[in-house]
């Protein structure tokens, strides 16, 4: 740990959950203070530690530095004006939220004017219970403060955000929203956080505001992450009948937006949101419906990255209704969609596939989809596709021998028909068939 509070501070350090800092002059006439502040945190089942209470190897001040930037909860007396005391809770203030730091004093006049501003307890060594009740009600909100912050670092570390990234945003959230991240811990947390209840809508709505308005400060820096966050909440099943309203608000205009090539955010946005939703059976009927239809959205002639995502998912996905709704589109009025979806069909292993690919070719004119369609008949091993396949050779192979697809649609039949007819008689079949075709041509 360096000496430097800049430097050690550049690191994202963990909060060790029930520790407390102490910053006080270590002076005789303070001693009952002292006690008392550690009796308060023993009674919350905190760890309470001042710079005399700790042995180390090291400079005094790195781990004077650890504590402050480590502690979950910082107890500053500002009493007799302590120059290191000040310069310590300056660090305090400097790198860590406002809420972990809770600031004592016996008389206003040893507070700094420009620290008057805070709350601050004032106490009287006459009266040290009254005291007493004050900080642990100051400790007791201050660690929800500081346990939200905590939550929200370890819940996004593991999702490989950068860890400055996750610094700024936290620090940068604290600014304009005290209470935002104890409300963020409540809507994602299990319902055995230490407060169960529900938030209402209202305060909901104001935790997407704070995302909404911090996604747009950061000029993109935070918005994967507010991103993140919004989609967990929205998909978060015991808040869904107060968000579902904004999942179906998102994904209509995304709709709206879908023919805007130049700007994809709210698509990315809409689709990762339906990939939650069907992952856990929240409006999923309607999650789906959404995928479908952006697959007949038409190309534009642009790399559709969201498309990409779209289709990745439908081949990872082992959702029984999303299967389902996958099959139903082999049949759909648009070619490219029928080409599209067998294509998926063909990389998932899904029992029937063969039956509704072998109906889909039966009524396949487009020689693009049916060379997807039979290319997915091979891949599922569906043996009853390949008499359907050598009858459609024989209807349409006239139609389309003129074209750069014959080829590749030539080469596709004939190793579909020999992996799954070992007799190899529809295979003869096919090579008959563009014999003839190529016979008629060159005449």
């Known amino acids: 740990m360096s000496i430097y509070p800049k430097l050690a501070a550049s690191r994202l350090i963990s909060i060790?959950?029930?520790?407390?800092?102490?910053?006080?002059?270590?002076?005789?006439?303070?001693?009952?203070?002292?006690?008392?502040?550690?009796?308060?945190?023993?009674s919350l089942n905190i760890k309470c530690e001042r710079a005399d209470d700790i042995y180390s190897q090291r400079p005094i001040f790195s781990t004077i530095l650890d504590r402050i930037l480590s502690s979950e909860v910082i107890v500053a007396d500002l009493t007799g004006r302590n120059p290191n005391v000040f310069y310590e809770t300056g660090i305090a203030h400097s790198f860590r939220e406002p809420q972990s730091v809770v600031l004592i004093s016996q008389t206003l006049d040893d507070v700094p004017f420009d620290l008057r501003h805070l709350p601050i307890v004032l106490y009287k060594t006459e009266n040290i219970q009254?005291?007493?009740?004050e900080l642990e009600h100051r400790i007791s909100n201050c660690r929800i403060s500081t346990r939200g912050v905590t939550f929200a670092t370890s819940y996004l570390l593991p999702l490989h955000f950068h860890s400055y990234d996750i610094k700024s945003f936290i620090d940068y959230t604290n600014e304009i929203s005290e209470d935002f991240f104890s409300l963020l811990a409540r809507c994602l947390q299990p319902e055995s956080s230490e407060d169960p209840t529900l938030l209402d809508k209202g305060k909901i709505q104001n935790v997407f505001k704070t995302l909404l308005l911090v996604s747009e400060a950061s000029n993109g820096r935070w918005k994967r992450i507010c991103d993140h966050l919004r989609l967990e909440i929205l998909c978060t099943e015991r808040y869904f009948d107060i968000t579902k309203e904004h999942c179906f608000s998102s994904l209509q205009q995304s709709k709206v937006n879908q023919y805007n090539i130049y700007?994809?955010?709210?698509?990315?946005?809409?689709?990762?949101?339906?990939?939650?939703?069907?992952?856990?059976?929240?409006?999923?009927?309607?999650?789906?419906?959404?995928?479908l239809e952006y697959l007949h959205n038409p190309r534009m002639g642009n790399i559709d990255i969201v498309r990409y995502k779209i289709e990745s998912f439908m081949v990872e996905s082992d959702d029984n209704d999303m299967n389902a709704a996958l099959l139903s589109l082999l049949s759909t009025d648009v070619p490219s969609v029928r080409e599209n979806v067998a294509d998926i069909v063909g990389q998932k292993s899904l029992p029937g596939a063969g039956k509704f690919l072998t109906n889909a070719l039966t009524v396949e004119e487009n020689p693009y989809a049916a060379r997807s369609i039979i290319t997915a008949i091979a891949r599922q091993n569906a043996t009853e596709g390949v008499s359907q396949i050598v009858n459609w050779i024989r209807?349409?192979?006239k139609m389309w021998w003129d074209e750069p697809i014959s080829l590749t649609l030539k080469k596709v039949a004939e190793e579909t028909v020999r992996k799954l007819d070992p007799s190899e008689e529809a295979l003869f079949a096919i090579q008959d068939l563009f014999s003839e075709g190529k016979s008629e041509k060159s005449e």
């Open 130 to 133: 009254k005291f007493e009740l």
């Open 395 to 397: 209807l349409h192979h």
């Open 16 to 42: 060790k959950e029930g520790t407390c800092f102490l910053l006080m002059p270590f002076l005789r006439e303070l001693r009952s203070v002292h006690a008392a502040i550690k009796e308060v945190c023993e």
């Open 263 to 291: 700007d994809r955010d709210q698509d990315f946005f809409a689709a990762e949101l339906c990939f939650k939703l069907i992952g856990r059976d929240l409006a999923k009927a309607k999650a789906i419906n959404w995928l």
